[in-house]
Each structure stands twice: as C-alpha cells, then as structure tokens.
C-alpha cells in the first residue's frame, strides 16, 4: 500500500502554515509517507498580502509552497503533489481541488472570483472538487457544486464535526470521501490518509484514483468513521 496525505499547507505560500515545505517533507518521510499534496490556500485575502496584481506573479508566489516542496521530495523520496484549498468570495467555505497542474493556475487568472456553483460548471470534468472540513463551521453543504468531501479533517485546533460529515456521506453515497490531515503545525502531519495500491506521482493519477474510487483511507484519532465511511469505498 503507497501512502499519502491529501491535506498539507506549507508556511511558505499559506499565511496559517508554521511548517517551512522543509520540514514537511522530513516529516512525512519520517511517518513512511509515499506522498503529500500540497493544498495552499487560494483566496482573495491571500492575494491581498501579496505586493503585485499580475496573474502570472501572483500564481508564482502561490505556488511557491509547493516548488520548495517538491524539490525537496524529489531529492529526498517523497512524492510532491499539486492540489488547491480554493475559498470563494461569498462565503468562508474551502474546497480542495486534485486534478490540477501549474498551467491550470496560470491559464486560468483569479479562478477564485466566482461562485462555486460557476466553478463547479466550468470545472467539473476537468477538476476534483472535494469540500474541506465541511461541517467546521457551518450545517449546509453546497449541493451540486462538488463531486465529494471530507469525512474526516485532522486540524486539532477546530471543531470539524467528523461525525456530521461522515452522516452527510452515508445519505449522499455517490460523493467521493477524503480524510487529510490538513498539517499547518508540528504535530498535525501524518494523523490522516489516502491508501492506494499504485504509486500516485501527479495530481491528475491523485484524481483519477479517487474516481474510480481505487483507494481506501487511514485515520490516526477517527476510526470509527473511517470504519463506517469506508463501506462504499472500493478496497475497503
Ligand atoms: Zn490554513
Ligand atoms: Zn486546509
């Protein structure tokens, strides 16, 4: 089994991130990872901490995190993959994008400004969008604006209601179902995983592998949910 944390921040693009890409890779290499992706969070608030208003700068900042990152791995033995936490204006809610590339971004200018409902009809063949953490904070998901969500977030420091998710994925069978770590601080990497029977080295094999649901999750602290999330996971 290859593993793999499909959650990550790093310090050097994410303004919540305390872990340089650094001592992210060392850590997951020390945990016996295969892979991590690197999902920064991508939203206005972040663009307005950066100094230029240029798309193609803008996009070289963000994707700061992730080169360091997988310069390290490639050196080290991680596998490095290219993932987005995408907020919309209208709301707090994150959304986790697999099935992305450094050309996306660039060809694709302030991607944030719009709706999910708009994303999700731009998107939605090209793209794997997973709700993040999605009972943190609020009781309603976005119906027909993502192909799954989260049944289980690591982050220690939120109440994520798990258990909510879980009940909302158990009535909604056909939305696909992660648990990531969502690592932003020492302690929080490796809690969560993404199991697959082949090595996963991009964000597109990282995407095609959770639709054709050829996969099962890992849970540290939530087994219990990964025990009743994994029923209508294929290799569980
Ligand atoms: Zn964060
Ligand atoms: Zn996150």
New binding site residues.
């Given amino acids: 089994m290859f593993r793999y944390d499909t959650h990550v921040?790093t310090k050097e693009t994410?303004r919540?991130?305390h872990l340089t890409a650094e001592q992210i890779v060392k850590k997951y290499i020390e945990l016996g990872y295969d892979g991590i992706c690197i999902t920064d969070?991508l939203h206005q608030e972040y663009i307005d901490t950066l100094d230029t208003k240029q798309w193609y700068s803008i996009a070289d900042a963000y994707l700061a995190g992730y080169r360091t990152a997988k310069e390290w791995g490639d050196r080290l033995g991680l596998s490095v993959i290219l993932g987005v936490e995408i907020r919309f204006p209208e709301s707090e809610r994150d959304y986790l994008l697999y099935g992305v590339d450094e050309m996306f971004l660039y060809r694709h200018p302030f991607l944030y400004d719009t709706t999910p409902q708009a994303f999700y009809g731009t998107f939605c063949d090209e793209v794997l969008i997973i709700q993040a953490h999605p009972f943190r904070n609020y009781e309603f998901i976005h119906e027909g604006c993502i192909h799954g969500l989260e049944i289980v977030n690591g982050n220690p420091r939120h109440a994520n209601r798990n258990d909510r998710a879980l009940q909302y994925a158990l009535d909604n069978p056909d939305l696909f179902r992660l648990c990531g770590s969502d690592t932003?601080r020492i302690g929080d990497e490796g809690q969560n995983a993404l199991l697959s029977c082949a090595p996963i080295h991009d964000s597109f094999v990282l995407r095609d592998t959770i639709l054709r649901r050829d996969y099962s999750l890992w849970s540290k602290n939530e087994k219990d949910i990964i025990l009743a999330g994994c029923k209508n996971i294929g290799k569980c």
């Fill in positions: 921040h994410s919540c991130g969070h932003h």
